[in-house]
C-alpha cells in the first residue's frame, strides 16, 4: 500500500465514523421511556437481591439538631414501626416514583447497585437516616452534601463533583451513585415534574420528599403574607394568634410553618401505616405522640450521630 | 541508549492505555472495577501508588541534602525527575475517578460571588491543596538543581529549598492517610495510618528509582538498604494491621515483604538482574496493598472485576511515567552527565577540608537560617491571613472548630508562599526573555481563571439539554411553581417567591437587601412603565445581575401575572415611589418594616 492510498484509507474511515457518531442520540437512545411495570419488576428483583440487615441499638427521641444552623421549631424525621412493617416493599416504589429514581442495567443490577432511595435490609425498610452529625457531609469536598436547618440531609446535585467519599464515609450505605446516564439509556421516567432528574455522576439519596417540605412552606409564606397584608390593612398591629389554622403553630408570638399534616410518598403508600412521617419538635405530631409511647431503635454505626429516622419496636 | 528503549516501551504501554483512558473517561466511574460498599476503585489505588513513588523522588535529595548525606548528581536528578513524572501521572487519576469531572475546580478552597466555599472539613480539599503546592514546589526544586550548575546564585537556593520540601513530603503522604484514616469505613480506619503511608511511599519510591538507577548502570548501596529497612517496616505495619483488624492480603504480602529478603543472598543482590527483580516485587507488592486498600470489602469479587479497563489504566500509568521519565532523562542528558561533577555537597566537603568542621557547621546552618527566614515569615502572614479570612466566610457558620479544620493545609500554604519568594527573584533574574514572556501570560491566564472562578456560571437550566418530555408549563394543573393552590394568585406567589427580597409591598425588604446584596432599583410606577411588560417578565425569567432567574420555577403566564401585581403596587404609592428614585422618604421604609414584622 502506498502512502497516498494508505492516507485515502484513514480520511474515509475517520469520515466513516464521524457520520456514524453524528446520528442523533446514538446507539443507545430509546424513544420510549421505561413503563410503571419495569419498575415494579425492578423493586421486585431488588427484594429478592436482599441484602443482610443491621445491628440495632436504642436511641433517645430525636431533639433539635446539635449541628448548627439549627431550627429551633423544626426538624423533620420519620419513624418505622417494625411491629407494623412486613416488608412488602410498596414505600420502594412510591418513593422511586415520587422521586423518579431511575433504573439501572443489568450489568448493575447484578452487583445489587440499585438506584432505590429505599432499600429493604433483612427485610427492614432502610433509607438515609438524616444524621444531624452526618459523617457524608463532614467528607463532601465541595458542599454538595450538606444540611438543611430544619433537620434533612440534602444534596445539590449541581455541586456534586461526584468523589463518592460521601459515599464511602456512609456507615450504613445509604447513598446511590449514578454510574450510568439515565435518561439517555432510556432507563429514566419523570412521574413527578417537581423532582429533577439526576445527571450521570452525581451521588444521590433520600431527600425526605423535600418537595413536599418546600411546597408547603411556599404555600405558608403565600398565604400568612396575604394575611399579613390584610393584618396591616384593617389597622391591626400584626395577625398574632388570630388566623393559626391547622397548618400553622404559634411560638414567640408569630405564626411559624410547622410542616403539619405533611407525608412523605413511602408514608403514604405504606399500607400497615408503619412509616410515621412529622416534626420532632412539634409536641402535638402523630410522630412525636407514637414515638413517646415506644422503644426507639437505629442502626448500630449511625447510632451515635443522632439520626433523624428511627425505627419503633415495643411498647414502653 | 537504554533509556530510549524504555522511551519506546513506555509509549508501546501508551497506546493501549490511551484507549483504556478515553473508554474511560467516555462511560464513566461504572468503566472499572469500583468496591461495591465504598465507590471507590482502581484510580484511587493507582493515585496513592503513584504519588506514593513521586514521594521517594524529593525524600532522597531534599532530605539528603538537607541532613548533608552526600548523593551524585546523577542519582539525585534522576529522584527528582522521578518525582515529577510521577506526580503527572497521580493526578491524573483523581481527576477521572470524579463523576463530574467538569466540577472538580470546586474543590479549590477560593471563594466565588455566591458565597459557595469548598468544604474545608474534607481531607479531599487538604488533599487538592496539599499535592498542587507539592507539584509546584517540587518542579521549583528541580529546576533550581537543574540551573545550578550554570548560575552560581542558584547554588544557595538549593539547600533552604531541601529544608522547606522535607517536612513537605512527610505532610502531605499523611494527609494523603487521611483520605482513609478519618472515615468510617472500618479497614480504612487507624491512628497509625499516616507512618503507615509514609513508610510505603517511601518504600515504593526507593524500590522505583533503584530499577532506574540499574538502568543507569548504577548502583547505590545506601538506597538499597533504606529500602530493606522499609521492607521490614512494612512488614511490622501488616502484622499489627492483621492483628487489629484481621486484613491480610497475602499477595500484598508475598510481593512486598517476603520476596525482597531474597536481597540477602549475596548472588541475587550481586545480579543487576536480581536487584531489578527485588525492585519491582517491592513495587508490585505495594500496589496490591494499595489496591486492597482502596477496595477494602469482597476482596475476592472485587479482584473478579478487575477487567481489562483497570489493566489499560495501569499499563497507562506505567507507560506515561515510563515515557515522561525517559524522555525527561534523554532531553536532559547534558545535566545528567559528567557524573564525576557532585552538587552541593563537594564543596562542602571542599570547605570542611579547609577549615575545622564544627566552625564550618555553624555557619552553614546560620546561611540556610537566613536565606530562609524572610520568605519563610512572609509565608506564616499570609497563612494567617488567609485563615483569618476564609473562617470569617459564611460556609465556616455551619460547623463547629473551623479552625481545626484549616490546620492540614497550614505548612503546606507556608511552604508555597516562602518557596515562591526565595526563588522568584533569582530565577526571574535568569530568566530568559522569552520565559518570563510565558510567566506573564500564564500569570494573566491563572488571574482569568481565578475571576471566572469568582463570577461561577448560571444556576439556570442549560437550556436543550433535557432530552426527556418536559412538564407542560401551560398546563395550569402541571404550574412549575410548586404552588399546590388551586388557584394561585400573582400575589400569593409574589409573597411566596419575590417578598423576601422585594418586600410585600414592594418597597423592598430593606434589612435583608442590605444584608445580601446590594440595593436594587426600585420598582416606581414611571420605571415599570418604562421598562415595560415584556422585559419585566424576561428579567424575572432569565434573571440579570443580582436577580436570580426563576425560569425553571415558574411559567410565563405566572411571570406575566407577577409584573402585573408589581405595577398594581407601585400604582398606589407612586408618588412615594417618585420620591424615593431621589433617595430620601421616611415613607416606604416605614412601609417595609412594618410588612416584615407581621410577617
Redesign the interface.
Known amino acids: 500500500m502506498d502512502r497516498r492510498e494508505f492516507l485515502k484509507l484513514c480520511m474515509t474511515m475517520a469520515a466513516g465514523f464521524t457520520l456514524f457518531g453524528c446520528r442523533s442520540g446514538g446507539l443507545t437512545d430509546k424513544l420510549s421511556?421505561p413503563a410503571l411495570k419495569d419498575f415494579e419488576d425492578e423493586v421486585r428483583r431488588a427484594m429478592a437481591q436482599m441484602k443482610p440487615g443491621f445491628r440495632l441499638v436504642k436511641v433517645p427521641m430525636p431533639g433539635e439538631m446539635k449541628?448548627?444552623?439549627a431550627d429551633r421549631e423544626n426538624r423533620f424525621g420519620m419513624a418505622i414501626d417494625l411491629d407494623a412493617c412486613d416488608g412488602c416493599g410498596k414505600c420502594i416504589l412510591a418513593c422511586n416514583q415520587e422521586n423518579n429514581v431511575p433504573l439501572v442495567s443489568e450489568?448493575?443490577a447484578k452487583?445489587?447497585?440499585f438506584m432505590h432511595w429505599i432499600e429493604l435490609r433483612d427485610g427492614i425498610p432502610t433509607m438515609c437516616f438524616h444524621c444531624s452529625d452526618a459523617?457524608c457531609?463532614?467528607?463532601?469536598?465541595?458542599?454538595a452534601a450538606?444540611?438543611t436547618p430544619d433537620g434533612l440531609s440534602a444534596m445539590m446535585y449541581?455541586?456534586?463533583?461526584?468523589?463518592?467519599?460521601c459515599?464511602?464515609?456512609?456507615?450504613v450505605?445509604a447513598r446511590k451513585?449514578?454510574?450510568?446516564d439515565a435518561?439517555?439509556l432510556g432507563h429514566?421516567?419523570?412521574f413527578n415534574?417537581?423532582v429533577?432528574?439526576r445527571?450521570?455522576?452525581?451521588?444521590e439519596k433520600c431527600s425526605l420528599c423535600i418537595?413536599r417540605l418546600?411546597?408547603?412552606r411556599?404555600?405558608f409564606?403565600?398565604?400568612?403574607?396575604?394575611a399579613?397584608?390584610a393584618?396591616?390593612k384593617s389597622g391591626l398591629a400584626?395577625?398574632t394568634g388570630a388566623k393559626s389554622g391547622p397548618a400553622v403553630g404559634t411560638m414567640s408570638g408569630k405564626i411559624s410553618w410547622r410542616g403539619k399534616g405533611l407525608q412523605t410518598a413511602c408514608a403514604m403508600a405504606c399500607p400497615k401505616h408503619a412509616i410515621i412521617f412529622g416534626n420532632w419538635l412539634d409536641e402535638s405530631s402523630d410522630l412525636v405522640k407514637e414515638a413517646k409511647v415506644r422503644n426507639l431503635y437505629a442502626p448500630e454505626?449511625i447510632a451515635k450521630l443522632d439520626p433523624s429516622v428511627v425505627y419503633m419496636r415495643g411498647r414502653r | 541508549m537504554i533509556f530510549r528503549i524504555l522511551l519506546y516501551i513506555g509509549l508501546g504501554l501508551l497506546l493501549p492505555g490511551c484507549a483504556a483512558l478515553g473508554y474511560s473517561l467516555w462511560e464513566g466511574p461504572a468503566a472499572w472495577s469500583t468496591d461495591v460498599r465504598t465507590f471507590w476503585g482502581t484510580p484511587v489505588s493507582l493515585f496513592v501508588f503513584w504519588i506514593g513513588i513521586a514521594h521517594a523522588g524529593t525524600l532522597i535529595s531534599a532530605i539528603f541534602l538537607a541532613l548533608d548525606i552526600h548523593l551524585d548528581r546523577r542519582t539525585s536528578m534522576l529522584a527528582e525527575l522521578t518525582t515529577l513524572c510521577a506526580l503527572v501521572v497521580a493526578a491524573i487519576f483523581p481527576l477521572m475517578h470524579l463523576g463530574v469531572l467538569e466540577n472538580f475546580y470546586m474543590v479549590i478552597p477560593f471563594l466565588d460571588a455566591r458565597e459557595n466555599f469548598a468544604n474545608l472539613r474534607s481531607p479531599l480539599v487538604w488533599d487538592f491543596c496539599c499535592i498542587a503546592i507539592y507539584g509546584i514546589l517540587s518542579a521549583l526544586f528541580f529546576v533550581i538543581h537543574l540551573g545550578s550548575h550554570k548560575f552560581e546564585q542558584l547554588k544557595t537556593l538549593r539547600k533552604p529549598m531541601a529544608w522547606l520540601l522535607f517536612p513537605l513530603v512527610l505532610w502531605v503522604h499523611t494527609i494523603v492517610s487521611l483520605d482513609f484514616a478519618v472515615t468510617f469505613v472500618p479497614e480504612w480506619r487507624g491512628a497509625f495510618f499516616p507512618l503507615y503511608f509514609i513508610a510505603g511511599a517511601i518504600y515504593s519510591g526507593l524500590a522505583m528509582v533503584i530499577a532506574l538507577l540499574a538502568a543507569e548502570g548504577r548502583r547505590i548501596r545506601l538506597l538499597e538498604k533504606i529500602m530493606m529497612a522499609f521492607s521490614w517496616l512494612m512488614f511490622l505495619f501488616w502484622v499489627w494491621n492483621f492483628a487489629l483488624k484481621g486484613d491480610w492480603s497475602v499477595s500484598a504480602f508475598i510481593f512486598g515483604a517476603l520476596l525482597p529478603q531474597l536481597w540477602w543472598v549475596s548472588s541475587i543482590r550481586e545480579n543487576t538482574i536480581g536487584r531489578i527483580a527485588i525492585a519491582f516485587s517491592a513495587i508490585l507488592g505495594m500496589w496490591l496493598e494499595r489496591f486492597f486498600l482502596a477496595a477494602p470489602s469482597e476482596v475476592a469479587e472485587t479482584a473478579s472485576n478487575f477487567g481489562w479497563i483497570d489493566f489499560g489504566l495501569l499499563l497507562f500509568g506505567l507507560g506515561l511515567f515510563l515515557s515522561l521519565v525517559a524522555f525527561g532523562r534523554i532531553r536532559l542528558r547534558k545535566h545528567f552527565d559528567g557524573d564525576d561533577i557532585l552538587i552541593g555537597e563537594v564543596e562542602v566537603a571542599l570547605e570542611s577540608e579547609s577549615a575545622s568542621a564544627p566552625a564550618n557547621a555553624a555557619p552553614d546552618k546560620t546561611t540556610t537560617l537566613s536565606i530562609l527566614r524572610f520568605p519563610l515569615l512572609l509565608g506564616i502572614l499570609v497563612t494567617i491571613l488567609y485563615i483569618v479570612w476564609a473562617t470569617s466566610q459564611s460556609f465556616f457558620d455551619t460547623f463547629d472548630l473551623p479552625v481545626v479544620s484549616l490546620i492540614p493545609i497550614v505548612y503546606p500554604l507556608i511552604a508555597l508562599v516562602a518557596g515562591i519568594a526565595l526563588c522568584a527573584r533569582n530565577l526571574w533574574e535568569i530568566a530568559p526573555r522569552k520565559l518570563k514572556l510565558f510567566f506573564v501570560i500564564g500569570v494573566g491566564m491563572i488571574g482569568f481563571a481565578a475571576g471566572a472562578y469568582f463570577a461561577g456560571g448560571s444556576s439556570a437550566e442549560p437550556v436543550g439539554e433535557i432530552s426527556g418530555p418536559k412538564p407542560n408549563t401551560s398546563d395550569p394543573a402541571l404550574s412549575t411553581s410548586g404552588l399546590a393552590l388551586s388557584n394561585t394568585t400573582p400575589e400569593a406567589l409574589w409573597n411566596a417567591r419575590c417578598a423576601a427580597c422585594h418586600g410585600v409591598d414592594g418597597s423592598f425588604n430593606e434589612k435583608f437587601v442590605r444584608e445580601f446584596y446590594p440595593l436594587p432599583q426600585k420598582l416606581s410606577a414611571g420605571r415599570l412603565d418604562s421598562l415595560g411588560e415584556d422585559s419585566l417578565v424576561n428579567v424575572i425569567l432569565n434573571g440579570r445581575i443580582n436577580m436570580n432567574p426563576y425560569g425553571g420555577r415558574i411559567s410565563r403566564e405566572e411571570a406575566v401575572g407577577l409584573v402585573r401585581h408589581m405595577r398594581a403596587l407601585a400604582g398606589e404609592d407612586s408618588i412615594a415611589g417618585a420620591n424615593s428614585l431621589v433617595g430620601t422618604d421616611s415613607l416606604v421604609v416605614e412601609k417595609s418594616s412594618a410588612g416584615e414584622d407581621s410577617l
Open positions: 421511556g449541628s448548627s444552623p450489568s448493575l452487583q445489587g447497585r459523617p457531609e463532614k467528607v463532601c469536598p465541595t458542599g450538606n444540611h449541581k455541586r456534586c463533583a461526584g468523589s463518592r467519599f459515599g464511602a464515609n456512609c456507615p450505605q451513585f449514578n454510574y450510568e435518561r439517555s429514566a421516567k419523570q415534574p417537581q429533577p432528574l445527571d450521570k455522576g452525581v451521588m418537595q418546600q411546597n408547603d411556599m404555600n409564606k403565600a398565604n400568612a403574607g396575604l399579613a397584608i393584618g396591616a400584626g395577625i454505626g
